[in-house]
């Protein structure tokens, strides 16, 4: 079974928590175990899990991204976001995470980012329900 979600960003780059949609789409299947598989379909925007207790973490990730791959480089793509699809190879578009009993397996401070990278933008979310 595959589900589109819709994604909306708000700003140029952010990492938005999906956790609780992604769940409530697990929930509305009745799905209980196997594998769920998130995949982003664009050049420009990724998937994440990371700590989401504190969100200063994300704005650390953010920070980070921007120190390593400045929006400006003098970059050859003439778009303007060359840096957007840099760091979306680097995070990557798609997890993987096991479903058990009909939730998420994630550790205690985890949670599911959807990173944004060349917002804002209404993006797609595919959620994959393998078991």
Same mark, same amino acid.
């Given at each position: 079974?595959?589900? &589109?979600?819709?994604?909306?960003? %708000?700003?140029?780059? *952010?990492?938005?928590? !999906?956790?609780?949609?992604?769940?409530?789409?697990?929930?509305?299947?009745?799905?209980?175990?196997?594998?769920?598989? +998130?995949? &982003? #379909?664009?050049?420009? &925007?990724?998937?994440?899990?990371?700590?989401? &207790?504190? #969100?200063?973490?994300? %704005?650390?990730? $953010?920070?980070? $991204?921007?120190? !390593?791959? #400045?929006?400006?480089?003098?970059?050859?793509?003439?778009?303007?976001?060359?840096?957007?699809? !840099?760091?979306?190879? +680097? !995070?990557?578009? *798609?997890? +993987?995470?096991?479903?058990?009993?009909?939730? +998420?397996?994630?550790?205690?401070?985890?949670?599911?980012?959807?990173?944004?990278?060349?917002?804002?933008?209404?993006?797609? $979310?595919?959620?994959? $329900?393998?078991?």
């Amino acid at each position: 079974m595959m589900i &589109a979600v819709n994604v909306k960003s %708000s700003a140029r780059t *952010e990492m938005i928590d !999906i956790t609780g949609r992604i769940q409530g789409e697990i929930d509305g299947a009745g799905f209980k175990d196997g594998l769920c598989v +998130l995949y &982003a #379909p664009h050049t420009t &925007a990724a998937v994440t899990v990371n700590e989401g &207790a504190d #969100p200063a973490v994300q %704005s650390d990730i $953010l920070k980070e $991204l921007d120190k !390593i791959i #400045p929006l400006q480089d003098g970059y050859r793509h003439a778009e303007g976001n060359s840096a957007a699809h !840099i760091k979306t190879s +680097l !995070i990557g578009p *798609e997890q +993987l995470i096991i479903v058990e009993d009909g939730k +998420l397996v994630l550790g205690t401070w985890q949670r599911v980012f959807f990173c944004e990278f060349d917002g804002p933008r209404n993006r797609m $979310l595919y959620i994959k $329900l393998i078991g």
